[in-house]
T-cell receptor, first 114, second 116 residues
């Protein structure tokens, strides 16, 4: 079984500051993927970034980067230079080696203040 | 670029009624999924179809059935709706199986279902 823990139910951050959203995981699969999704108030789920367990470098996508520490089983999302439009729920998720779905955490509600 | 299309967007049912949620993707993906999202929770997997012709139970399958109609379409059926099935339902698709990056899932806009 796989598990995702997101320990920050909510965060308030000043605009233009960097943000780190925490995610720890547990899995018995030797091969796994880690994913972050954004859910704005409109409700859709938007894919942000992916990290494979064997990837040597941390993933980056524009202002998003994933701080992957395999030994600590953590996969924190870092948003640089936050913007008002970053206000949303953020979900961390994990998959195993097969196409059998994602296991999600409960999410972090991020609010960017002007 | 439609991506993943879900219908309907909203639905109100009475206890005991049945309905089918439709999902179609135009990305030529092999794998498709149904999730539900309840307040304060992340998404939980109901059923998935790793490839055309196969379906499997996820974490919370009770009260639901699915049909993988073809490569594009994956429907979710509630045979006798219960108030506990009030939720937001998301369909997703991925390129997979066969490689971790192929598990990146793309979601539809969701269906808000209320069962009275």
């Amino acid at each position: 079984a796989q598990k995702i823990t997101q320990t920050q139910p909510g965060m308030f951050v000043q605009e233009k500051e960097a943000v780190t959203l925490d995610c720890t995981y547990d899995t018995s699969d030797p091969s796994y993927g880690l994913f972050w999704y954004k859910q704005p108030s409109s409700g859709e789920m938007i894919f942000l970034i992916y990290q494979g367990s064997y990837d040597q470098q941390n993933a980056t996508e524009g202002r998003y980067s994933l701080n992957f520490q395999k030994a600590r089983k953590s996969a924190n999302l870092v948003i640089s230079a936050s913007q008002l439009g970053d206000s949303a729920m953020y979900f961390c998720a994990i998959s195993g080696g097969g196409a059998d779905g994602l296991t999600f955490g409960k999410g972090t509600h991020l609010i960017i203040q002007p | 670029n439609a991506g993943v299309t879900q219908t309907p967007k909203f639905q109100v049912l009475k206890t005991g009624q049945s309905m089918t949620l439709q999902c179609a993707q135009d990305m030529n993906h092999n794998s498709m999924y149904w999730y539900r999202q309840d307040p304060g929770m992340g998404l939980r997997l109901i059923y998935y179809s790793a490839s055309e012709g196969t379906t499997d139970k996820g974490e919370v399958p009770n009260g639901y059935n699915v049909s993988r109609l073809n490569k594009r379409e994956f429907s979710l059926r509630l045979e006798s709706a219960a108030p506990s099935q009030t939720s937001v339902y998301f369909c997703a698709s991925s390129e997979g199986p066969g490689g971790l990056a192929k598990n990146i899932q793309y979601f539809g806009a969701g269906t808000r279902l209320s069962v009275l």
